[in-house]
């Protein structure tokens, strides 16, 4: 199998947790796309901010096949035009999304079977949820909450989600729910992974069982906590601070 290359600049696609990028962009073009230096017009190409396209191996004759393309549409040529499900915009022929937003969220997979709704909100990678904790931090869920806002109280130091390089080209890396740097003064970083599904959900099942292979793999302190725990978190998360074992994950097991 061939090696999986940018099509902006050709180094290796990043890898996240085992799978590649389905757009193949290498780690530094896909955190440009995150901050909207590098966006996806409507021909699925790259582009910047200026529009310029980015892609090595753009071919300029297509773009002039488009616009003789566009010459010959009917100006009384009607179509059903809606609005993106995600972002707001236009979009023809009723389509729920728009191109940009198609191409960001093709690959998510559905947790749950939807049986029935009136609204449609979209969660997704940079926004699965905004729960805002006591010392400003932005969380995804509020069972994160209930655990940045513990470590606040009992000033402990944490930073969330301090993403971790599995490789020296930082194209593998993987991001623990909580870091607790120098715990304890034992000058090892301690670190907090939140479970918040159960056993039956396979996806979140095949996530979490990757975590913990790279966890124990790189010999960290890893400390495992349920939404279970989040019943009286105070008193979960005293117990397990106290109770577990350095260069291990720690209560896994528990569910």
């Not at 073009?29 to 980015?54: C, M, P, T, W, Y």
């Amino acid at each position: 199998m061939s090696e999986l290359l940018c099509p902006i600049c050709g180094k290796p696609t990043r890898v996240y947790m085992g799978n590649a990028r389905k757009d193949r962009l290498c780690a530094y073009h896909a955190e440009q796309l995150k901050k909207g230096e590098v966006s996806i017009d409507e021909n699925n190409l790259f582009v910047d901010k200026n529009g310029v396209i980015l892609n090595k191996d753009y071919d300029c004759s297509k773009k002039i096949k488009e616009n003789k393309s566009d010459n010959k549409k009917d100006d009384n040529d009607e179509r059903l035009i809606t609005k993106c499900i995600a972002c707001g915009k236009e979009t023809k022929n009723g389509n729920l999304f728009c191109i940009q937003c198609y191409h960001k969220y093709k690959d998510k997979k559905l947790l749950v079977k939807i049986v029935k709704c009136k609204e449609i909100e979209i969660m997704d990678e940079s926004y699965e949820g905004m729960f805002k904790c006591k010392d400003g931090h932005i969380v995804k869920s509020k069972s994160e909450r209930e655990i940045d806002n513990y470590l606040f109280e009992k000033g402990i130091a944490h930073a969330y989600e301090k993403s971790i390089s599995l490789d020296e080209d930082k194209n593998h890396d993987i991001h623990p729910d909580f870091c607790l740097p120098n715990f304890k003064k034992s000058g090892k970083n301690v670190y907090i992974e939140h479970w918040g599904f159960n056993s039956n959900n396979i996806e979140y099942t095949k996530s979490k069982n990757y975590k913990l292979k790279q966890y124990k793999k790189l010999g960290l302190t890893v400390i495992s906590t349920t939404e279970k725990d989040m019943n009286d978190p105070e008193a979960a998360l005293d117990r397990k601070l106290e109770h577990f074992k350095y260069d291990i994950v720690n209560f896994a097991d528990e569910e």
